[in-house]
């Protein structure tokens, strides 16, 4: 696995700046011009008032949500055991999805807390 990784970094190397190159040549579109301080902080100020016009749309989806939380509740009594067997299947796997990536995202490692 160290030969692997030894490896690897010779690749990236090697071939770190082409790849730098080649990825700024295909996202040209993305880049703005001039590229000055003045910009990344016009791009930054538009970045977060884009996001402060978008919390009136947010918030009516969230209230949508919660009024058909409201009325799955209400309908509970039609609920069956093999409805609330597939809703807590689906609520496992989502945490088994979220632990999976969390677990990935550390590179595989498992931590915790440890107490001495």
């Known amino acids: 696995m160290a ?4 490896e690897l970094q010779a690749k990236a190397v090697k071939h770190g700046g082409l790849y730098y190159k080649q990825l700024l040549d295909q ?3 993305h ?4 590229p000055t301080i ?3 902080q016009l791009l930054a100020k538009q970045l977060l ?7 009136p749309h947010r918030r009516e989806a969230f209230w949508k949500e919660l ?9 509970r ?12 299947l689906f609520g496992v796997e ?13 590179g595989f490692t498992f931590t915790g807390y440890y107490y001495v």
Not at 3 to 6: D, E, G, M, R, W
Not at 31 to 34: D, N, T
Not at 82 to 88: N, T, V
Request: charged share 20%.
């Open 3 to 6: 030969s692997k990784l030894v």
């Open 94 to 106: 989502c945490f088994a999805w979220f632990y999976g990536g969390e677990v990935i995202g550390r």
């Open 67 to 75: 009024e058909s939380l409201k009325q799955a509740a209400m309908r």
């Open 77 to 88: 009594p039609e609920m069956n055991i093999e409805k609330a067997g597939i809703i807590a």
């Open 31 to 34: 880049i703005q011009h001039p």
């Open 49 to 55: 008032y884009t996001r402060l016009a978008s919390i």
């Open 38 to 40: 003045e910009t990344c």
């Open 27 to 29: 996202n040209k579109q």
